[in-house]
T-cell receptor, first 114, second 113 residues
């Protein structure tokens, strides 16, 4: 299995809703990432988990809450989002260690906040 | 502060031609330079990558050229095909600092048949 699987593929939520994005990989990668991508822009890093521990938080608002339950799963919990949070949310994973740096990205969750 | 600058923003090339995308970086601590290809509705896919101790790397029709003194690197797509039409992102990271990728702004490539 050489894929990162993200669910759902599309999500529409109201500003008062609570929802979660899920990401799963079975490549044995011990680093996992959340990126946000707006239309015609590059991905922007949100969070990095290394060995299931949060190692980087790029000053993301608290309405985004990441969780890494185990080495294969990564969640992003969403609450009280704003319309400007509408974007493609990408999960990625990579091995950890010298010489092993290539990311594998999932296809993303297209989020629309109404 | 944009640490990786990419040009051009868009590129149109005829089938069989050469596509050239350039990137420049500012942070001399960067030590890993990958290129990603992204199709509409998909996540970016790693295309090819280079370390600064190498001046050129070739994989099939894709070649990275790296100029450490100028802090520039470029992607050449030889014999461009319509299936190469996509958005290409250069990126850079510091391997010892969490492997956090900093992306360039992207180049939309259209290969005309």
């Amino acid at each position: 299995d050489t894929e990162v699987t993200q669910t759902p593929k599309h999500l529409v939520m109201g500003m008062t809703n609570k929802k979660s994005l899920k990401c799963e990989q079975h490549m044995g990668h011990r680093a996992m990432y959340w990126y946000k991508q707006k239309a015609k822009k590059p991905p922007e890093l949100m969070f990095v988990y290394s060995y299931e521990k949060l190692s980087i938080n790029e000053s993301v608002p608290s309405r985004f809450s990441p969780e890494c339950p185990n080495s294969s799963l990564l969640n992003l919990h969403l609450h009280a989002l704003q319309p400007e949070d509408s974007a493609l949310y990408l999960c990625a994973s990579s091995q950890v260690g010298r010489g092993r740096y290539g990311y594998t990205f999932g296809s993303g969750t297209r989020l629309t906040v109404v | 502060q944009q640490q990786v600058k990419q040009s051009p923003q868009s590129l149109i090339v005829q089938k069989g031609g050469i596509s050239i995308i350039n990137c420049a970086y500012e942070n001399t601590a960067f030590d890993y330079f990958p290129w990603y290809q992204q199709f509409p509705g998909k996540g970016p896919a790693l295309l090819i990558a280079i370390r600064p101790d190498v001046s050129e790397k070739k994989e099939g029709r894709f070649t990275i050229s790296f100029n450490k003194s100028a802090k520039q690197f470029s992607l050449h797509i030889m014999d461009s095909q319509p299936g190469d039409s996509a958005t290409y992102f250069c990126a850079a990271s510091i391997r010892a600092a969490g492997n956090k990728l900093t992306f360039g702004g992207g180049t939309r490539v259209l290969v005309k048949p």
